[in-house]
């Protein structure tokens, strides 16, 4: 419902300056969020129905993003990762550190030969078969955001520390050796050039 009376209202601001749309944006998306909240209804999957309305729908979607990303995708990502980390705590962490190694090696199993599978099932070429995994190793919000929910939910009190500290552990290793790893196998695939 967001994402339409989004694309509704930017039809009326085409001509406005780009701090409108913004305003618009995220008075939208924060009423997206409250009124999920009040309602009971998932917030994160609320928030990216709208997100897909807008994508599909909206004539200005390239304009929308663009602005989205030269404004705001910096301060999004520093508020949300250090909300985040503010959950790490050290000593589960420390505690728990085989299995932050464990989840970032069967992650990336799973990954590489899910993506194998995948492309040789569909005659992807060679190219694809072989370093496609690798630019899908970097990991971010959406695990986060959904340990975070796990969090909030008395049900899994006894275990969602643990799992948070893991998941966010996990996410700085990824986030560290993932880029790498994509940069080096688009360069092997012949994607990028140094």
Avoid: W
């Avoid at 190219?127 to 796990?150: D, E, H, S, T």
């Avoid at 500290?165 to 012949?190: F, M, R």
Wanted: with cysteine; aromatic share 12%; charged share 15%.
């Amino acid at each position: 419902m967001f994402g339409f009376i989004f694309n509704a209202l930017s039809v009326f601001i085409q001509r406005e300056k780009e701090g409108v749309l913004i305003v618009l944006i995220f008075a939208l998306l924060s009423l997206c969020f409250g009124s999920a909240t009040i309602l009971g209804i998932d917030e994160l999957l609320a928030t990216m129905a709208m997100g897909a309305i807008v994508v599909n729908f909206n004539k200005q979607r390239i304009k929308i993003f663009k602005i989205l990303e030269r404004y705001t995708e910096e301060l999004i990502f520093v508020l949300f990762f250090t909300l985040s980390g503010m959950y790490l705590n050290f000593h589960i962490l420390a505690d728990n550190f085989i299995l932050v190694l464990l989840f970032f090696v069967f992650r990336a199993f799973g990954k590489i030969t899910g993506t194998f599978t995948g492309a040789f099932l569909s005659k992807a070429p060679p190219k694809v078969r072989k370093y496609i995994a690798g630019g899908l190793i970097p990991q971010g919000g959406i695990v986060i955001g959904l340990a975070l929910m796990m969090k909030k939910n008395s049900s899994f009190d006894a275990f969602s520390n643990i799992v948070l500290s893991i998941i966010i552990g996990a996410t700085v290793i990824h986030e560290i050796v993932g880029p790498i790893i994509t940069e080096k196998v688009l360069e092997k695939a012949g994607e990028i050039k140094r």
